[in-house]
């Protein structure tokens, strides 16, 4: 199993991105699907989370602003960002509680792609 974010680039403040994180392998089924993010010297904080029903939680700073969703049977998460803010600039990751064939839940942790906004 693995995961392959994507959707990182250079953006002015105030402006938007969207995160996509695909997860690909002997899938049966995911479960919670997360992104987290690092900004240089700091640690990896949670931004948002999603169950299987499409529940969503949201730290407090991205809330409002940012969008967390879901395509089932592409086992891909999103993350759309908007308002973006010069503090957004981190290294997005996206992680996921998945049922592989023979191997029962694991949480996996895709690459990260890089977000940098400019004041």
């Known amino acids: 199993v693995q995961l392959q974010a994507s959707g990182g680039g250079l953006v002015q403040a105030g402006g938007s991105l969207r995160l996509s994180c695909t997860a690909s392998?002997?899938?049966?089924?995911?479960?919670?699907m997360r992104w987290y993010r690092q900004a240089p010297g700091n640690q990896r904080d949670w931004v948002s989370t999603?169950?299987?029903?499409?529940?969503?939680n949201y730290a407090d700073s991205v809330k409002g602003r940012f969008t967390i969703s879901r395509d089932n049977p592409w086992n891909t998460v999103y993350l759309q960002m908007n308002s973006l803010k010069p503090e957004d600039t981190a290294v997005y990751f996206c992680?996921?509680?998945?049922?592989?064939?023979?191997?029962?839940?694991?949480?996996?942790w895709g690459q990260g792609t890089l977000v940098t906004v400019s004041s």
């Open positions: 392998g002997s899938i049966v089924t995911i479960d919670f």
């Open positions: 999603i169950n299987s029903h499409n529940s969503t």
């Open positions: 992680n996921a509680d998945i049922w592989a064939v023979g191997q029962g839940s694991q949480r996996y």
